[in-house]
């Protein structure tokens, strides 16, 4: 199985100055610098309507005219934000409330509702697609009390994730019906932030088989893990990905958690590719080795590079990074027909020597 790529997030270059205001302009822009796919924000609509998508398989069908015209696809459709209005403590409403519409905003009940029926619309629109994964946030109940000061209330955490459960498990039934498949990005800021609280949602999940991982080593530098050992433990469940550098050079003045900088002073900071830490080459290799065969997209959040110089230069590094699988083994030329006396002498064993049975 072959990794597909180049492809790009339109979700941080979509805009109302040309080329990125419309479906037709950004789909031309992203084809023209060379990507074959486009990862699209659902919330944005001056690219895309998705009540329309979801009921209207003519409508699918034009959206994807528009895209194969201009030399792309559609990768998987994204819900980021709404994902993240699944689960919102009170603590987060009024920063949160902008991700929704005005109807809603004030009143976390109906913009937790409003948020739902978007998801369960992203599964319909998918399968209209012709799409079998889509990318999204848990959103969180719990992330205020992260590092444990003070003390968590014995039973907090299982009490959470149960509820970001409860909320979840109908949306999966609905991407279920519709045979897709729901990556979570792995993300601070989110309940499902690293290995071991993915372990634990899907635990109180029952393990649903929809749920699964939109890898991004970037978030996973930052909090000082392994994102390399991080494909060996769940290869399995990384159904998308996000390629996108990161950098983490703590010092004796701040580290991990930031010290309320902005990202061009903090330890941890989002790069373009190339520019970070993060051995691209190692990890498209491991995704090859475990037969990945979704998306790599570029997911563009530099803190220093102009986005545009970000775009045209990442399409050229995935294109270098994907790997075509050997067909046959290196030294294959040096092998032969199985020959079982030749096994045996191999072995120094022979016929009269074998164990009868």
Not at 333 to 344: I, Q, R, T, V, W
């Amino acid at each position: 199985m072959t990794i597909k790529g180049p492809a790009i997030f339109l979700a941080q270059f979509a805009g109302d100055k040309a080329p990125f205001n419309t479906w037709e302009n950004i789909t031309a822009w992203a084809g023209k610098l060379g990507y074959k796919g486009v990862q699209v924000p659902t919330w944005d609509a001056r690219l895309f309507d998705l009540e329309k998508a979801a009921k209207s398989k003519a409508y699918v069908d034009e959206i994807k005219g528009i895209a194969a015209k201009n030399g792309v696809e559609i990768t998987e459709l994204s819900s980021h934000l709404q994902g993240q209005l699944v689960a919102v403590h009170p603590a987060y409403d009024e920063l949160f409330d902008g991700f929704a519409p005005v109807a809603v905003r004030g009143n976390s009940k109906a913009r937790t509702e409003w948020a739902i029926e978007q998801l369960k619309l992203a599964a319909k629109a998918s399968k209209n697609f012709g799409l079998t994964v889509h990318a999204s946030f848990t959103g969180a109940l719990l992330w205020h009390t992260f590092y444990p000061w003070p003390q968590r209330p014995a039973g907090l955490v299982e009490e959470g994730f149960s509820e970001l459960a409860r909320r979840w498990l109908p949306i999966l039934n609905v991407f279920d019906e519709n045979g897709v498949d729901v990556a979570w990005e792995v993300h601070p800021g989110e309940d499902v932030h690293d290995g071991a609280t993915y372990e634990l949602f899907r635990k109180h999940l029952k393990n649903h088989p929809r749920g699964n991982i939109l890898y991004d080593p970037s978030h996973l530098i930052l909090q000082g893990m392994d994102y390399s050992a991080y494909i060996d433990h769940y290869h399995e469940f990384i159904k998308a990905f996000h390629v996108k550098d990161a950098e983490f050079r703590p010092d004796g003045r701040t580290g991990a958690y930031g010290g309320y900088l902005g990202w061009k002073e903090r330890a941890g900071r989002f790069r373009s590719l190339g520019d970070g830490q993060i051995d691209f080459s190692r990890i498209f290799s491991q995704l090859t080795q475990y037969n990945y065969n979704g998306w790599a997209v570029l997911e563009w959040e530099c803190a220093l590079k102009d986005p545009v110089q970000g775009a045209t230069e990442g399409a050229p590094f995935i294109a270098r990074h994907l790997i075509t699988p050997a067909a046959k083994a290196f030294d294959d030329f040096a092998g032969a027909k199985p020959d079982k006396e030749k096994l045996h002498r191999v072995l120094g064993i022979s016929a009269g020597k074998s164990a009868k049975k």
